[in-house]
């Protein structure tokens, strides 16, 4: 089993910049890779990055960006904490969404959600 506690979310002007945490404990070498996705209002859960991580021990810190946020989001890792981070800078109004820890192995887990609110 693994648990995903998310932090970080809010309110924001466009331009502005936020940063998301995600801290897993549990099974850690259960997993191969973490990331976040984000559901905006009305539309499907979408990539926004994902990073190799855990159990993947061959492949650690292979990053993966949707297009959309690249050159401003960017995924890190911090191993000792067992913690995912996104850095989101220049945020805009089409950023706003919910946005969800995710890591993947054999089984997929899913953190509970952090509202991400850009305003204009």
């Known amino acids: 089993q693994l648990q995903l506690v998310e932090s970080g979310g809010g309110l924001v002007q466009a331009g502005g910049s936020l940063r998301l945490s995600c801290a897993a404990s549990g099974n850690i070498f259960s997993i191969n890779a973490m990331g976040w996705y984000r559901q905006a209002s009305g539309k499907q859960r979408e990539l926004v990055a994902t990073?190799?991580?855990?159990?993947?021990?061959?492949?650690?810190?292979?990053?993966n960006t949707a297009d959309s946020v690249k050159g401003r989001f960017t995924i890190s890792r911090d191993n000792a904490k067992n913690t995912v981070y996104l850095q989101m800078n220049s945020l805009n109004p089409e950023d706003t969404a919910v946005y969800y820890c995710?890591?993947?192995?054999?089984?997929?887990?899913w953190g509970q959600g952090t509202q991400v609110t850009v305003s204009s």
């Open positions: 995710n890591a993947f192995g054999k089984v997929n887990y």
């Open positions: 990073i190799t991580c855990c159990g993947a021990i061959t492949r650690r810190g292979v990053t």
